[in-house]
């Protein structure tokens, strides 16, 4: 476009201009589109409040020329001496070709210069003058150079939606071989473009229907979407490329040729994993939740009926124990509900903070004697610096958080648990860790482990009552203090749950960190 519009304005003896797209001429939709050529872009507002003043070009009069004010010439940036000496007209030249108007060239030049189009523009009204037949050229140039820009810009908005796509793309010839593969399929399958470009594509994704039987070319769905046959959302298993399994959602579509014929097919790949896994949350959520009920309600419900029992006489003891089983119970049951609504409070982001300055040290030497006043055999050590700054943050809240931890340590440890305390400091924040020598937690869990619902699948962790919502409350209620949470463990050899709290004063740098 700036070399059209440059050659067009040498070629009519022009210094400087601009060419203004017409809106209507190549997109109704799209603000109006400048070229300039030697001219500045804050000097072409002035220009076209000049031009749109004077008489505007049209097909009758394709070209308007105007002597422009010297003080305007000068403003738009021609040399002083230039405007005094020779005089600068401001010349509107209307571009249109067979389809309509195109948009029009705006240019200066002296006043003492003529081009040659104009010298014979007159000479001959039957025939086609030379000025008009170079218009019909530069339009005609023009209009094929902005449909090459739309192309290059629509072509970049479609590479665009194929690069940032989170759904995986494939492309495949009629042959069945991979054209295109987009970062989402890089990052679902494990494989780089540049290692399956060219390759068949069921050879590459293995897909299976979900019996776990092999797709073969007969079931293949692109030859189906070829075949004209509706592909949408059709549920299979494909395989990464370490072999790892997993469920996808993928719907094929063909792209044809002029006479019908299909020339590509697309794969759209959904990954189902995630509404896989919120199925099973779903599914644990009622499993556990049930068994989490029936339990303390049928202890309840049986020892209620053994002290209604009016054939029965039980000694005060007897009575004692079977009430404090009750009210046991009773407890665990409201400490479920609670949690329940807590994690519903949660997802609502209705989590309300008080903050305020908090003693971390003595709160952690509270909650320490409470555990060892109801809890025999455990064995707590501390390791807390001197002058422990304070912290920022909600006491009811960390209390959870630290109640939770601590009664996690003393489930899931042996039957004399080692509970070690330990708190660091750095320059921005103090770090609690509460480390226990029970059962560990393996690799893969880790990461799953502050998930609603979830639990560690161990056998003692499957015998533990418990729901799952312990850790992802702390999770919650540590994140919106605006710290950390995380997990450092080893299978059978322990855990070390951390988290950490803003200070209310920042350390004074420098400062070492531990």
């Not at 003896?13 to 797209?21: A, D, K, L, N, T």
């Not at 500045?40 to 308007?64: C, D, G, I, R, W």
């Not at 340590?409 to 070690?420: D, L, Q, W």
């Amino acid at each position: 476009m700036t070399v059209l519009v440059g050659s067009a304005i040498q070629l009519l003896r022009g210094e400087s201009g601009v060419f203004v797209v017409s809106n209507e001429a190549f997109d109704p939709q799209s603000s109006t589109e400048y070229t300039l050529y030697h001219l500045n872009k804050a000097a072409v507002p002035l220009l076209l409040a000049y031009v749109q003043e004077s008489m505007q070009p049209n097909t009758l009069h394709p070209l308007v020329v105007e002597t422009m004010p010297p003080d305007l010439a000068t403003q738009l940036g021609l040399a002083e001496d230039v405007v005094e000496g020779q005089g600068v007209e401001c010349c509107s030249l209307a571009l249109y070709d067979e389809a309509g108007p195109l948009g029009t060239l705006y240019f200066l030049r002296l006043a003492t210069l003529r081009s040659c189009f104009e010298r014979n523009s007159d000479e001959d009204r039957t025939e086609p003058s030379t000025l008009h037949l170079f218009v019909l050229q530069l339009a005609a140039s023009l209009r094929f150079a902005l449909h090459s820009q739309s192309l290059l810009k629509e072509q970049g908005r479609l590479a665009a939606i194929f690069q940032y796509s989170t759904e995986g793309i494939l492309t495949v010839d009629n042959a069945l071989r991979i054209i295109d593969f987009n970062p989402a399929m890089e990052r679902l399958t494990g494989w780089r473009e540049n290692e399956v470009l060219g390759q068949f594509y069921i050879k590459v994704l293995r897909p299976k229907d979900r019996q776990g039987n092999d797709l073969g070319l007969q079931d293949s769905v692109i030859l189906q979407a070829f075949a004209g046959q509706e592909v949408v959302n059709r549920e299979m298993i494909i395989s990464a490329r370490d072999g790892q399994r997993f469920a996808v959602a993928v719907t094929a579509s063909c792209v044809r040729s002029a006479r019908g014929e299909p020339m590509n097919g697309i794969l759209n790949v959904h990954d189902l994993t995630r509404e896989h896994q919120q199925e099973e949350q779903r599914s644990t959520f009622i499993s556990v939740i049930s068994h989490e009920l029936q339990t303390p309600i049928a202890i309840i419900k049986g020892y209620a009926s053994t002290l209604a029992r009016t054939d029965a006489r039980f000694d005060s003891r007897t009575i004692r124990s079977r009430l404090i089983a009750i009210e046991e119970e009773a407890d665990r049951l409201n400490k479920l509900v609670g949690n329940l609504l807590y994690a519903s409070r949660i997802q609502a982001n209705g989590l309300q903070m008080d903050i305020i300055t908090l003693d971390l040290e003595n709160l952690i030497r509270s909650m320490v004697r409470r555990l060892q006043a109801r809890t025999s055999g455990v064995q707590i050590s501390l390791s807390i610096p001197p002058h422990l700054p304070a912290v920022m943050a909600d006491r009811e809240r960390i209390e959870e958080v630290l109640q939770n931890l601590l009664d996690n340590a003393v489930k899931y440890s042996p039957r004399h648990p080692e509970i070690t305390i330990t708190c660091y400091v750095t320059g921005e924040e103090v770090i609690v860790s509460v480390r226990d020598a029970g059962m560990g937690i393996a690799l893969r869990e880790q990461e799953q482990i502050f998930d609603r619902f979830h639990r560690v699948g161990e056998p003692l962790s499957q015998s533990t009552p418990g729901a799952g919502l312990g850790l992802y409350i702390c999770k919650a209620i540590i994140e919106a203090h605006g710290g950390r949470i995380w997990v450092e463990s080893t299978l059978r050899q322990g855990s070390t749950f951390s988290f950490s709290l803003p200070r209310e004063e920042k350390a004074p740098l420098p400062m070492v960190v531990f």
